[in-house]
């Protein structure tokens, strides 16, 4: 079955960085667009960014991460990543992966498969 495993969370101070993976397993992970997706307790789950299956070439950024974060993908590795610099305290929340077999979109409802999340906690 699908699998996905965040990892690389954890406690930060303001202006500190941050890398998640996200191990894919159970499918074939080019053919996927994937995501990351984060919710702050007593918050709506939000969209951080997603890029497109295959070589990764087009990517999307929600306004409050733009020129902060950079999603990526190592396909060889069945591997997603977000390194996440100038972390912000409001950038507090679990993070997700996610994975979906079609074209790229930055809505979560689209996305078939998700991960457990990883927590990030930053510190002012």
């Known amino acids: 079955q699908v699998q996905l495993v965040e990892s690389g969370g954890g406690l930060v101070q303001a202006g500190g960085s941050l890398r998640l993976s996200c191990a894919a397993s159970?499918?074939?992970?080019?053919?996927?667009?994937m995501g990351w997706f984060r919710q702050a307790p007593g918050k709506d789950r939000e969209s951080v960014a997603a890029?497109?299956?295959?070589?990764?070439?087009?990517?999307l950024y929600a306004d409050s991460v733009k020129g902060r974060f950079t999603i990526s993908r190592d396909n060889a590795k069945n591997t997603l990543y977000l390194q996440m610099n100038s972390l912000k305290p409001e950038d507090t929340a679990v993070y997700y992966c996610?994975?979906?077999?079609?074209?790229?979109?930055?809505?979560?409802?689209?996305?078939?498969?998700w991960g457990q999340g990883t927590q990030v906690t930053v510190s002012s």
């Open positions: 996610a994975a979906r077999n079609g074209m790229l979109t930055m809505t979560p409802p689209r996305y078939g498969y």
């Open positions: 159970g499918l074939t992970f080019r053919s996927y667009a």
């Open positions: 890029i497109s299956s295959g070589s990764g070439v087009s990517t």
